[in-house]
T-cell receptor, first 117, second 109 residues
Framework: GAGVSQSPSNKVTEKGKDVELRCDPI?????LYWYRQSLGQGLEFLIY????????KSGLPSDRFSAERTGGSVSTLTIQRTQQEDSAVYLC???????????????FGQGTRLTVV | RKEVEQDPGPFNVPEGATVAFNCTYS??????FFWYRQDCRKEPKLLMS???SGNEDGRFTAQLNRASQYISLLIRDSKLSDSATYLC??????????FGKGTRLSVIA
């Protein structure tokens, strides 16, 4: 499809296990974002990739969280030794740059609902 | 001070009412602005971009006041289907989009 694709859509994991969440951005979009959203809360910024620049990791809550973006396209968010407080919906979004190096509209995937039991 | 602040609401309004949301941002270097809409258990989707001169899309009007660093969204003739959370979004040059926590709107029959 033409939209942002995330997988899996739902993930239930045991506390202490590692999980990998995948995001396929819209083809040609140079910017990719990861956010998470707990029930009834706002979006929490995690990490931002823009082209070949070093990613902005300032939102990652701990060193258990990491993300990669291979070939400027697909991204994987990895959470090691999951904790119950990691339970949330993890949203990926992508956007383009305009000529002024500004990010245009961000398109979101449908998210991965992570439940740590 | 948070980067983007919104009144969380909820705003409970009757059908046909006019409702306005405001959003303030702290980074004076911000250059682009958006309003997103998020339905319950769904991903956010762009409602409209906000231009310096103000812009209108049907029943929706967005305004930007750079001097006071706030953005507004006006919804006229509210419909039941307008019930959602409205997110204010601010962007600077080569920086990630910054989302407000959102304002919840419930339109009541």
């Amino acid at each position: 499809g033409a939209g942002v694709s995330q997988s899996p859509s739902n993930k239930v994991t045991e506390k202490g296990k590692d999980v990998e969440l995948r995001c396929d951005p819209i083809s040609g979009h140079t910017a990719l974002y990861w956010y998470r959203q707990s029930l009834g809360q706002g979006l929490e910024f995690l990490i931002y990739f823009q082209g070949n620049s070093a990613p902005d990791k300032s939102g990652l809550p701990s060193d258990r969280f990491s993300a990669e973006r291979t070939g400027g396209s697909v991204s994987t968010l990895t959470i090691q030794r999951t904790q119950q407080e990691d339970s949330a919906v993890y949203l990926c979004a992508s956007s383009q740059w305009d000529r002024g190096l500004m990010n245009t509209e961000a398109f979101f995937g449908q998210g991965t609902r992570l439940t740590v039991v | 001070r948070k980067e983007v602040e919104q009144d969380p609401g909820p705003f409970n309004v009757p059908e046909g009412a006019t409702v306005a949301f405001n959003c303030t941002y702290s980074n004076s270097a911000s250059q682009s602005f958006f309003w997103y809409r998020q339905d319950c258990r769904k991903e956010p989707k762009l409602l409209m971009s906000v231009y310096s001169s103000g812009n209108e899309d049907g029943r929706f009007t967005a305004q930007l006041n750079r001097a006071s660093q706030y953005i507004s969204l006006l919804i006229r003739d509210s419909k039941l289907s307008d019930s959602a959370t409205y997110l204010c979004v601010v962007n600077g040059r080569n920086t990630p989009l910054v989302f407000g926590k959102g304002t919840r709107l419930s339109v009541i029959a």
